[in-house]
């Protein structure tokens, strides 16, 4: 318990993308995002109001593909940059096969069972995507671990998710970076890119009601499969009130889409992916505060500079970020309500998926005595199906409940009342 909910503190899986330098406003400018130079001086906790707009001309791209790297901002927002490489601070791994035993059994047939390790920071995200024991023979396992593949999709189109990862893989240059939020127009006016095509696909115009600094963080903090025509990644969904689990379980169920099928159970399986910004937009928090708000702390340097910082970090282990919460909860000790509600819900994480796992049992036992009908183990099956989504849903969340306990709750609820259903249609 304590192991998942350390890697909460120190990814803060809040959902967001390193290259945000934004808290407010829109996706071209905004008054309220900038880069920053004012001499502020010592005169109490940072604002928004302390932020000052700066405007400057891009730098000559280094990157092959004509992506601006961070280093080619570096000397324009060296902050910025810095910041942003600290997130190699952020390296503690564990296994939650190790952690969580009963998940080989729940993802048995499928690569999570083979390798599920907790991911570590910004800088480290092509180095794991090639890495893992996970199969990925094609290139869309890249989608979100770089903005050389973004960019490759914007230019040669959907046809480079079906390429071999190999070779793509040997022309990516950067981890997640400036470009990912910011386009090559970083920091300017603030500006916030939506560089994934599939969300504008997926959203339309909805991507305009959605706080800039959230979406673009939740261009890759999403639940997404790959499409069966050309194996694109897409979100299930087309706005905030479709993202629901009861209505992308419906958006699959509809199109008759499975991760995989369990040869165990036969069961056509979903494999939830890391719905942060979801749980997040389906929560209170959204309508008060954006990921930066909470991960992205306002800092200034020695020589005056006020600066968003690019490490990412846990709202409960930083004392500007914690006063942010003071609107709401008063004197709360924010640290001891956070840590016992997570607790709680990783207690019940394991509680319920002990069940799911001894539910796969049950059902294997079932369709290997061939004793009930197809259509019997059928009406099984898909409680089994829809149990394992609610359940995983809230487990791969990584807030642990911090970004929407309601929700967490919810998806546990709902996922052991259909374990309950269809162990009853067992004889369990």
């Not at 671990?145 to 046809?159: C, E, H, L, R, W």
């Not at 115009?205 to 990644?233: L, N, R, W």
């Not at 149990?387 to 642990?400: G, S």
Request: glycine share 6%; aromatic share 10%; charged share 20%.
């Amino acid at each position: 318990m304590e192991n998942k909910r350390r890697i909460w503190k120190l990814l803060a899986a809040g959902g967001t993308i390193v290259a945000a330098t934004a808290v407010a406003g829109g996706f071209a400018g905004g008054k309220d995002l900038m880069y920053h130079l004012k001499n502020r001086g010592a005169l109490g906790p940072l604002s928004r109001d302390d932020i000052e707009y700066k405007q400057v001309e891009a730098p000559t791209p280094t990157s092959k593909d004509g992506t601006i790297n961070a280093q080619d901002w570096a000397e324009i927002y060296p902050y910025i940059t810095l910041t942003m490489g600290e997130n190699s601070k952020n390296d503690y791994v564990i296994s939650y096969l190790e952690e969580d035993p009963y998940l080989v059994n729940v993802y048995e047939g499928y690569g999570f069972a083979k390798d599920y390790g907790s991911a570590r920071g910004h800088e480290y995200t092509l180095e794991d995507v090639a890495n893992t024991k996970r199969p990925h023979p094609m290139a869309n396992c890249l989608t979100c671990k770089t903005p050389n593949f973004a960019k490759m999709v914007q230019d040669k189109g959907v046809s480079v998710y079906t390429m071999p990862f190999d070779e793509v893989y040997a022309q990516m240059e950067e981890n997640v970076s400036c470009y990912t939020c910011h386009g090559n127009d970083a920091g300017n006016a603030g500006q916030l890119t939506v560089t994934h095509t599939y969300v504008n696909k997926a959203l339309g115009d909805t991507v305009m009601s959605i706080d800039p600094a959230t979406m673009s963080c939740g261009q890759c903090h999403i639940e997404y499969y790959f499409t069966p025509s050309d194996k694109e990644t897409m979100m299930p969904y087309s706005d905030i009130a479709t993202m629901t689990p009861e209505a992308i379980l419906a958006y699959y169920d509809e199109m008759g889409f499975s991760d995989w099928t369990q040869e165990s159970t036969g069961a056509h399986l979903l494999k939830a992916q890391h719905p942060e910004f979801e749980t997040f937009l389906q929560g209170p928090h959204a309508a008060l505060l954006n990921c930066a708000d909470c991960h992205m702390p306002m800092e200034q340097a020695e020589d005056g500079t006020i600066y968003h910082s690019h490490l990412i970090v846990s709202p409960l282990e930083n004392e500007q970020l914690l006063s942010t919460c003071v609107q709401c909860h008063g004197d709360t000790d924010m640290v001891t309500f956070v840590h016992r509600l997570q607790d709680r819900i990783v207690a019940r994480e394991k509680e319920v998926g002990q069940k799911l796992s001894d539910f796969n049992d049950a059902l294997t036992d079932a369709v290997t005595a061939a004793k009930m009908s197809e259509e019997e183990l059928d009406a099984v099956r898909k409680l089994y199906r829809e149990a394992q989504w609610f359940w995983d849903f809230c487990y791969v969340e990584n807030a642990e409940g911090a970004h929407n306990s309601e929700l967490a709750n919810h998806c546990l609820d709902t996922s052991e009342a259909k374990i309950q259903e269809g162990m009853a249609l067992l004889g369990k």
